[in-house]
C-alpha cells in the first residue's frame, strides 16, 4: 500500500512556497504521492484564495525527484482536451514520470461551471468526459490521431513529444457511488479513486463492493489502483486502524486529506515530519 497527502489548496494552504516546503518534507519524511485540488473556486466559500495546482505542481516537480505527484480531481469537461494533453506531457517530462493523472466531472458542478455561465447538466459534462479520455490518449501516443464527437473535432496530427511514461501517463477514474456504468468506464485505465455520494469517504463495504465488480468486468491486475482519500487517526496511532482496515478491503493507496479546516500549519507539518503510517509498502 501507497500513502499520500492531498491538500486543499486554499486559505492559509494558498501560499506556493508553502505547499512547494511542504512537498520537500514529505518526500523526506518518507511518502509516496502529494496531491493538490484542481478547483477555480472554493469548496464552499466562494471569495477564499487559492492557488494553480498546475503551477504549484510544476513547482514542486523541479524541487523533488521520487514522489508522485498529481492534482485531485482534473475536471474534464472544465478543460480543452489537447491543452490539457499538452500540459500532462510536460510536467510528466519536467518529473520524469511521476505524474498521476486523475479525472472527474468536477463538484461543486455550479461552482465549477455555473459561475462561469458554462453549462454544468451533468449528462453533457459526463459525455465530454468520455470525449476528451479518447482525445487525450489519442494525442498521448504522438501517432497520426484525429477525432470527431459531438463536443470535439480535432484535424490529424502527431502530437509529441509522447509522455516521459511508458505506455503512457497513469489515470485515476474518480467513481461516485457505485453506479455500475461507471465502474465499466474506469477499468480500460490505471484505478478508481471511489467517493459517497454525499463527496465523503467510500466506506469500507462500499470499497470492497466496487472491488468485485471491477474484478468481475476485468480480469485481475496487480497494478489497478483503488485510491481512497479519508482522514485518519494517525495522529493518535502511526499503525492507523482505519488504514489499516482499509488495506486489508483492497486499497492501494490511502491519501490523507490536509486541510485548513481540519489541521493547523503546526500540526500539518508535525504529521508529514513524522512520515506515513507503519505498514508494509506493497
Not at 482499509?246 to 490536509?258: P, V
Amino acid at each position: 500500500m501507497k500513502f499520500g497527502l492531498l491538500f486543499g489548496n486554499f486559505g492559509e494552504y494558498f501560499d506556493p512556497k508553502l505547499m512547494i516546503e511542504l512537498a520537500i518534507t514529505a518526500e523526506k519524511s518518507g511518502w509516496d504521492g502529494i496531491f493538490i485540488w484542481d478547483q477555480v473556486l472554493g469548496f464552499i466559500d466562494v471569495d477564499v484564495a487559492m492557488n494553480d495546482p498546475w503551477v504549484v505542481l510544476g513547482a514542486i516537480a523541479s524541487k523533488t525527484s521520487k514522489i508522485k505527484i498529481g492534482p485531485m480531481m482534473t475536471p474534464i469537461p472544465r478543460r480543452r482536451p489537447w491543452k490539457l494533453a499538452r500540459e500532462t506531457i510536460t510536467l510528466d517530462h519536467l518529473s520524469n514520470g511521476r505524474l498521476i493523472l486523475s479525472v472527474g466531472i468536477g463538484f461543486p458542478l455550479e461552482l465549477e461551471y455555473g459561475y462561469f455561465g458554462e453549462d454544468h447538466d451533468p449528462i453533457l459534462l459526463q459525455e465530454k468526459l468520455e470525449e476528451g479520455m479518447i482525445i487525450l490518449e489519442g494525442l498521448w501516443t504522438g501517432e497520426a490521431f484525429h477525432f470527431n464527437g459531438a463536443h470535439y473535432n480535432l484535424k490529424e496530427m502527431k502530437f509529441l513529444p509522447k509522455p516521459f511514461q511508458i505506455p503512457r501517463i497513469p489515470v485515476w477514474i474518480a467513481i461516485i457511488g457505485k453506479h455500475e456504468s461507471r465502474i465499466k468506464q474506469a477499468i480500460k485505465w490505471d484505478g478508481v479513486i471511489p467517493i459517497e455520494k454525499d463527496y465523503t469517504c467510500i466506506s469500507l463495504e462500499n470499497l470492497k463492493d466496487i472491488k468485485k465488480k471491477v474484478e468481475i468486468f476485468r480480469a485481475k491486475r496487480k497494478d489497478f489502483d483503488y485510491v481512497v482519500i479519508g482522514e485518519s487517526d494517525l495522529f493518535i496511532d502511526k499503525k492507523s486502524k482505519i488504514i489499516t482496515q482499509y488495506h486489508a478491503g483492497g486499497a492501494t493507496w490511502w491519501l490523507e486529506s490536509i486541510h485548513e479546516w481540519r489541521f493547523s500549519l503546526k500540526e500539518t507539518r508535525k504529521l508529514i515530519q513524522s512520515g506515513p503510517p507503519n505498514l508494509n509498502h506493497d
